[in-house]
């Protein structure tokens, strides 16, 4: 049986992130010994067998690296599993360099055929690829894309202190807020997304109603908005923006370029309005509406409100 070392970080209330717990839930569903490694997170209790909290002044990627490297050898482990965050995407490669094995980026399956093996997208999900180790040892580090495994429960197993290693090359002084709180799109369970047929960037107002009808959904976008500064890179979806695998998204007025729908592909459910009924993004969308989305996005906002309404 493996023994993964899974890395929980904190979001920015204390608590920890939906998308370290996702890594934990697929840790536990290759049926391995987990041992929970968090920090920032007060030492909450975890749904993990052992659960170790780091305790430092300072987050720092290097130091969290050299942690999590140490862990591994103390406890025999075979792999380290992170969340494919920004600080698991900084810290997942680090902690490779000290173990001497493979790094899997944005990996969206897991089984255990006599070892570990992952499956991730390639060339901007043109190619799906399935890898493992090929160490004496099977030792891998993997980053968990978003939204691909179940999140583990709340768990029992509170965290014993340890102390974080203090020889830190870079310390992470200040974690700012985003501007007005909004869901990020990586987070968020329902994206509507907005591209170049909303013509003006006043009309991305028509986006923001459809995704407060919602309640839960955050506003994204193409990249040639943001290139036209009509959207904040942020609410970029794409190969060079966030790869995004929410329960819903809605792509207005997006062709459906390959580099946007590698951000997008994996989706549960895709809507696509086009005035274009050959554009490829249909040929991705579960359901399409072909028509002008000006016309189409206020008649749809009042029919979500009405349905969340009656919910
Ligand atoms: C290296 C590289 C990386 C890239 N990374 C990304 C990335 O991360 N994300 C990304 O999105 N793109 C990325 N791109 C750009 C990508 O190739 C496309 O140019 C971009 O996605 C197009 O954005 P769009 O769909 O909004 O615009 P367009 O391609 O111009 O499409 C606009 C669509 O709106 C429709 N339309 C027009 N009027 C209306 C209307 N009234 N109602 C309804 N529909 C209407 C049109 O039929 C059309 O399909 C990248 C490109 C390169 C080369």
Not at 57 to 63: K, R, T
Request: charged share 20%.
């Amino acid at each position: 049986m493996s023994k993964i070392i899974v890395f929980v970080e904190a979001n920015a209330s204390g608590t920890a992130n939906r998308a370290s717990l996702e890594a934990l839930g697929a840790a536990k569903s290759v049926g391995s010994d987990v041992v929970a490694v968090s920090y920032g997170i007060g030492g909450a209790a975890l749904d993990a067998p052992k659960h170790i909290a780091l305790e430092g002044e300072s987050y720092s990627p290097d130091g969290t690296a050299a942690d999590l490297a140490a862990i591994f050898a103390e406890e025999g482990a075979t792999a380290v599993f992170l969340a494919s965050t920004g600080v698991g995407r900084d810290v997942a490669p680090r902690v490779a360099a000290l173990l001497d094995a493979p790094c899997f980026s944005d990996v969206t399956e897991l089984s255990d055929e006599g070892g570990l093996v992952f499956t991730r997208p390639t060339l901007a999900g043109k190619l799906i690829t399935r890898v493992r180790a090929s160490g004496a040892n099977g030792a891998a580090v993997a980053t968990l894309r978003r939204n691909c495994f179940g999140a583990a429960e709340d768990g029992t197993t509170a965290g014993a202190g340890r102390p974080a290693a203090a020889d830190l090359k870079a310390i992470l002084t200040e974690i700012a807020a985003k501007e007005g709180g909004k869901l990020d799109v990586s987070e968020a369970p329902i994206i509507v997304s907005g591209g170049r047929g909303l013509k003006e960037p006043a009309n991305f107002k028509l986006i923001e109603d459809l995704a407060a009808a919602f309640g839960n959904a955050a506003v994204g976008a193409s990249r040639a908005v943001v290139d036209a500064g009509w959207r904040p890179h942020g609410e970029q979806v794409g190969q060079t923006g966030k790869t995004v695998a929410p329960g819903l998204y809605i792509a207005v007025g997006i062709s459906g370029a390959i580099q946007h729908v590698a951000g997008m592909k994996t989706s549960k459910v895709i809507v696509a309005i086009n005035k274009d009924p050959d554009a490829p993004i249909f040929k991705l969308a579960d359901y399409g509406i072909v028509g002008d989305a000006l016309e189409i996005l206020p008649v749809l906002t009042e029919a979500v409100k009405g349905a969340m309404a009656g919910a």
